[in-house]
């Protein structure tokens, strides 16, 4: 039962380009999440997803920031105009269709991005 | 909204003794209480959990209590081994609302 995917595992990006990272959740579970992490911080919370549908995303970025979770395929978090800060550890986690942000949550290996 | 503080950031402890790490919590309706490990370059493992209508949850070496009074809970590690160190993150929820996760705390489990 393979866990949760992310890829690539390291990107690295130059200011001004954009940067594409991806999940694909455990199977049988439908609930995604995505967490930025810059070093030596925890996790910070930035978007939740059901398939075709955006939950809450109160911790994203208002401008450059996007995801989307479609029927088919995995989830997508995409940032546009990639600046300097955007430079951190980006997890995705999964659960199962439960009860909603109280389930437990599984984490993936992690997308470390740079930009230069 | 929840604030979640992790204390201490650092613990260094001998191989067999035992840990403890601490996390206070502001949001009196949070109910969901998770541990997580993360070792360096990997992305966080689960642990234990703990809900809040438990006081306490044991798996094995691994301990987790819960005081909803002072809003505070705790992870014990009991026969500490080396393949312990990693970095140790708590978290709370109310089930409407995202994790927040505390700063963390590295463990290093000297032989």
């Known amino acids: 039962n393979a866990g949760v995917m992310q890829n690539p595992r390291h990107l690295v990006r130059r200011r001004g380009q954009e940067a594409r990272l991806r999940c694909s959740p455990m199977?049988?579970?439908?609930?995604v999440y995505w967490y930025r992490q810059l070093p030596e911080e925890g996790l910070k919370f930035m978007v939740y997803?059901?398939?075709?549908?955006?939950?809450?995303e109160s911790g994203m970025p208002k401008e450059r920031f996007s995801a989307e979770f479609p029927k088919e395929g995995p989830s997508i978090l995409r940032i546009q105009q990639v600046v300097r800060g955007d430079s951190a550890a980006y997890f995705c986690a999964s659960s199962p269709r439960t009860s909603g942000l109280a389930d437990t949550q599984y984490f993936g290996p992690g997308t470390r991005l740079t930009v230069l | 909204g929840e604030n979640v503080e992790q204390h201490p950031s650092t613990l260094s402890v001998q191989e067999g003794d035992s840990a403890v790490i601490k996390c206070t919590y502001s949001d009196s309706a949070s109910n969901y209480f998770p541990w997580y490990k993360q070792e360096l370059g990997k992305g966080p493992q689960l642990i234990i959990d703990?809900?809040?209508?438990?006081g306490e949850k044991k798996d094995q070496r691994i301990a987790v209590t819960l005081n909803k009074t002072a809003k505070h809970f705790s992870l014990h590690i009991t026969e500490t081994q080396p393949e312990d160190s990693a970095v140790y993150f708590c978290?709370?929820?109310?089930?409407?609302?995202?994790?927040?996760f505390g700063k963390g705390t590295r463990l290093s489990v000297i032989a």
């Open positions: 997803l059901q398939k075709e549908n955006i939950i809450d």
């Open positions: 199977k049988g579970h439908s609930h």
């Open positions: 978290a709370a929820s109310s089930g409407n609302t995202p994790l927040v």
């Open positions: 703990i809900r809040s209508n438990v």
